[in-house]
């Protein structure tokens, strides 16, 4: 019998669990520009993108706001409504070639920009067919590892977002769950626009809102097929968890925007201008 692994054990217990999503319409809350209300859809309003939500209000150390309709993260867009995408202009995409392939985004025209913070597969993180022949590494030790390893790519990600044309339109940010390569660039955002690390943690766990319940379900259903130890490694792979980033923050030391991502300061200060309110 061939070895079952917990990537191709989680994928296959999710497609029983959830199913597909229910039909994006005329259901999607709009804001005054027509442009979707990410804020909305991230509290519960119907989406065919899991994941999605909006850093428009998050509050910066120094009292400022994140303006809304702006900076966008998400998971995978397989399934993204046009209704959904309203307001975004373009769409960064941090997965791997192999999961671009296996699940191309529906951008519906936006400008489409391919990223990868590591381009071979990452066991625990990608998700690819050849992810399944791969044991889940210990979360937190990926975390500290990918952020020493990949400083080039996230520099590449982040000048991106800090460039991007926001007179056109908000920039979108996403891997595949929303929840790790996507969660690192957000911590990354947010810390460039002075938000503090506690702040920047509860973003993070946001994630849980969707992730957690799923990730129950199937480590119940695990537990009683494979075993408890096996069913907890692919729960821990499934959620956010403070230690992972906590892992990461460490493993950054210091000034990891300005050192090692070598983000010029005049960037960092146009991208505040642009991104903050009063």
């Known amino acids: 019998m061939p070895e079952t692994t917990a990537e191709d054990v989680r994928d296959k217990a999710i497609a029983g669990i959830m199913g597909r999503p229910d039909e994006a319409g005329d259901g999607i809350p709009e804001g005054e520009n027509g442009a979707v209300r990410h804020d909305v859809l991230r509290n519960g309003g119907m989406s065919m993108i899991q994941n999605l939500r909006d850093l428009g209000g998050i509050r910066t150390a120094d009292g400022r706001s994140i303006r809304p309709g702006l900076l966008v993260r998400s998971a995978q867009l397989l399934q993204a409504e046009e209704a959904e995408l309203r307001g975004i202009s373009t769409v960064i995409d941090l997965r791997t070639p192999g999961e671009r392939r296996e699940a191309p985004d529906r951008t519906h025209g936006r400008a489409y920009l391919p990223l990868p913070i590591f381009d071979d597969v990452q066991a625990g993180i990608s998700h690819e067919q050849d992810a399944q022949t791969q044991g889940i590494p210990d979360m937190a030790m990926l975390y500290g590892r990918i952020v020493r390893e990949c400083a080039d790519a996230f520099s590449r990600v982040l000048l991106a977002i800090m460039r991007h044309d926001f007179a056109g339109g908000a920039v979108l940010w996403h891997c595949t769950e929303g929840k790790d390569r996507c969660g690192l660039t957000t911590a990354l955002v947010l810390e460039a626009l002075g938000v503090d690390r506690e702040h920047i943690l509860a973003d993070y ?74």
């Open 205 to 278: 766990l946001k994630t849980n809102e969707v992730n957690l319940p799923k990730a129950r379900a199937i480590r119940e259903r695990l537990t009683a097929t494979h075993g408890e130890a096996f069913a907890e490694s692919v729960y821990q792979a499934y959620i956010a968890d403070a230690r992972y980033l906590q892992a990461a923050w460490e493993a950054m030391g210091e000034d990891y925007l300005r050192g090692r991502l070598a983000i010029p300061e005049a960037v960092l200060a146009r991208f505040r201008q642009t991104v903050l309110a009063p």
